[in-house]
């Protein structure tokens, strides 16, 4: 049996593959065969030798101006850079080429137990160059793996022996098929999303976990040490998530917490829902005349006797990511939400922008099932609001329901009672 690491292409958004990378070896999980394009080729000549510090070092001290003598200053203006890099016939890679270099020792990888192929493209044939580290003459290692790596046309050719080189993703961005050529029986392929042809896999008998991430805010070739840093952190989580040692989706808690936490709230969570959504029939009609799958779903659960974990953990995950919590690290459900309240208290209404969804709204809810006195009269209006912005009243009550143990005082805002007013009229 030989399991195989196959890592995509995706510039410098391939430090992800370093994290996924440590996590399997801290989950002991053995690798036999690694392929890669692109970064990926570059990772995987590293790690194929067991240099996960290297590799690390590497990546927490490469940056564009470095590697490309070319700084990106702003991210709104990729495009626009990316337009004029083309426009110029590409980045040079001579410099490149020096600094990975020093890092690529092909003796190494040549002796390494762990297999290692990659794929490129002959710009002038029109063909792939899918090769493994025995199939390359020697000497050439270390020119195919950055012949592989080299993004065309955002970055000149490639020059081999007469021959123009470009990115494998031009024809594979995650050589899977390479891996199950070279015998791997199951596969973990790490995809990051990135632009590139990817081929239908030959096998289907073949065991494939996926990890895939899209790291949407990095450009490919804006490579730097504090977006290394975050996304060797979030491979790691990733695939400990994956292989569940971890909880959590966008983010990432202790094994148990997110369970644990339901447990705590979720009389008092279905409570409200069952006060506010399924208080008469008449309620439901008009759910269901409305065809809100999300809240027929939860009618079918709490009637069933089922969880409501996944909407749960879909609502804290949402606050998390509304309140700007950082997504890297790994918490506990206790710091997680003391972190949500922290927030919550600091919103201030009058400088928000004024639209009828998203943190403002949130924190109408809250306030006015907190505040009030007859909660019959609440219930009414918050059934109206909540049939709309289902996404951001399932999130108030997890604040509602979380305030037991929390309390949170909001700041008050009239606006709201004034829209809701005109409406009425």
């Known amino acids: 049996m030989k399991r195989a690491l196959v890592l995509s292409g995706g510039g410098a958004k391939g430090s992800y593959e370093l994290g996924v990378y440590k996590a399997l070896k801290r989950l002991g999980i053995k690798i036999d065969i690694i392929t890669g394009t692109s970064i990926g080729a570059l990772n995987g000549a590293v790690l194929s030798t067991g240099d996960y510090r290297k590799a690390k070092k590497l990546w927490l001290k490469m940056s564009s101006s470095e590697v490309f003598n070319y700084t990106f200053k702003n991210s709104k203006e990729y495009p626009k850079i990316a337009k004029d890099i083309i426009k110029n016939k590409g980045l040079k890679f001579d410099k490149a080429e020096a600094v990975l270099g020093s890092v690529l020792d092909e003796d190494k990888i040549r002796k390494s137990k762990i297999d290692f192929g990659l794929v490129t493209f002959n710009l002038k044939s029109r063909m792939p160059k899918v090769l493994t580290k025995d199939q390359i003459p020697k000497g050439k290692l270390v020119s195919y793996i950055l012949a592989s790596a080299t993004c065309f046309p955002m970055v000149e050719v490639k020059k081999i022996d007469g021959e123009s080189y470009v990115d494998g993703g031009y024809y594979d961005n995650l050589p899977i098929n390479l891996a199950i050529d070279m015998g791997a029986d199951e596969i973990i392929a790490v995809d990051l999303s990135a632009i590139g042809i990817k081929q239908k ?66 009389d ?14 008449s309620k439901i009609k008009l759910t269901n005349i409305l065809k809100n799958k999300r809240y027929q779903n939860i009618f079918l659960n709490i009637k069933q006797g ?14 998390g990511s509304l309140f700007g919590i950082d997504s890297e690290y790994v918490y506990s459900i206790e710091r997680f939400n003391r972190k949500l309240i922290k927030e919550a208290k600091n919103l201030n209404y009058i400088t928000l922008d004024r639209n009828l969804k998203g943190k403002m709204l ?13 909660k019959d009269e609440v219930y009414k209006k918050l059934f109206n609001i909540a049939l709309i912005f289902q996404k951001d009243f399932l999130a108030a009550l997890y604040l509602i329901a979380i305030s037991n143990r929390y309390p949170i005082t909001l700041k008050s805002d009239k606006f709201f009672d004034e829209i809701l007013s005109s409406l009425k009229k």
């Open 201 to 266: 896999v030959k096998d289907e008998d073949v065991k494939i976990d996926y990890i895939k991430k899209d790291l949407k805010n990095d450009f490919i070739l804006d490579f730097n040490p504090d977006s290394a840093k975050r996304n060797i952190r979030a491979g790691y989580n990733d695939t400990m998530k994956h292989f569940k040692k971890l909880d959590g989706n966008n983010y990432t808690f202790r094994k148990g917490d997110l369970d644990k936490n339901y447990n705590n709230i979720s």
């Open 268 to 281: 008092y969570y279905i409570k409200l829902l069952k006060k506010i959504l399924i208080s008469d029939e």
């Open 306 to 319: 089922k969880s409501l974990t996944r909407e749960v953990n879909a609502s804290l995950e949402y606050l």
């Open 362 to 374: 949130i924190g109408y809810i809250y306030n006015k099932y907190m505040d009030a006195e007859k």
